[in-house]
T-cell receptor, first 113, second 111 residues
Framework: EAQVTQNPRYLITVTGKKLTVTCSQNMNHEYMSWYRQDPGLGLRQIYYSMNVEVTDKGDVPEGYKVSRKEKRNFPLILESPSPNQTSLYFC????????????FGPGTRLTVL | RKEVEQDPGPFNVPEGATVAFNCTYSNSASQSFFWYRQDCRKEPKLLMSVYSSGNEDGRFTAQLNRASQYISLLIRDSKLSDSATYLCVVTSNTGFQKLVFGTGTRLLVSP
């Protein structure tokens, strides 16, 4: 089954404790993104990657890091989480950019205390 | 001004009603337009792309008006299962390979 998976689905953590949210897709898509969704603000892009070892900042990259060592995986790293990073996070992949359907993972609900 | 603006709703309609949503966008150079559906706190899923000539998929019709910079979604014969938030999505003017999502319009269909 074609899908995007994220782990963990739910996470409660404390300020400053490094964490990684994994994202994996099995569709051989080149393009992957991370978004956060907050009430009243919609989905905002954090980082995106157009292929292995090619990543770039989205609209709200501060406090986040990503890597793309393999085509299928695109982890999101919070080196020192803060309460303002409490949000619902979605990973997405697409065949080749914005003209194509974005496939989203199920989401990760993160709470930073 | 937001790049993509939608009426947040909620739109409360009875089953069988016809309902329409509009979405305005600020980037006149946008090339791609979509409607996504999002159920409560779940991932967005593509409902339909929006083409210049307008397009229909069953009970759903999407229209694009480039001159006025808005897209619309019409749902005919609403079903209870249509209750969801509908996200308007357009390509961004701030960089390559970026999409801008509207905050969504919530639809509630009641029996």
């Amino acid at each position: 089954e074609a899908q995007v998976t994220q782990n963990p689905r739910y996470l409660i953590t404390v300020t400053g404790k490094k964490l990684t949210v994994t994202c994996s897709q099995n569709m051989n898509h080149e393009y992957m993104s991370w978004y956060r969704q907050d009430p009243g603000l919609g989905l905002r892009q954090i980082y995106y990657s157009m292929n292995v070892e090619v990543t770039d900042k989205g609209d709200v990259p501060e406090g986040y890091k990503v890597s793309r060592k393999e085509k299928r995986n695109f982890p999101l790293i919070l080196e020192s989480p803060s309460p303002n990073q409490t949000s619902l996070y979605f990973c997405a992949s697409t065949l080749a950019g914005t003209h194509h359907e974005q496939f989203f993972g199920p989401g990760t609900r993160l709470t930073v205390l | 001004r937001k790049e993509v603006e939608q009426d947040p709703g909620p739109f409360n309609v009875p089953e069988g009603a016809t309902v329409a949503f509009n979405c305005t966008y600020s980037n006149s150079a946008s090339q791609s337009f979509f409607w996504y559906r999002q159920d409560c706190r779940k991932e967005p899923k593509l409902l339909m792309s929006v083409y210049s000539s307008g397009n229909e998929d069953g009970r759903f019709t999407a229209q694009l008006n480039r001159a006025s910079q808005y897209i619309s979604l019409l749902i005919r014969d609403s079903k209870l299962s249509d209750s969801a938030t509908y996200l308007c999505v357009v390509t961004s003017n701030t960089g390559f390979q970026k999409l801008v999502f509207g905050t969504g319009t919530r639809l509630l269909v009641s029996p």
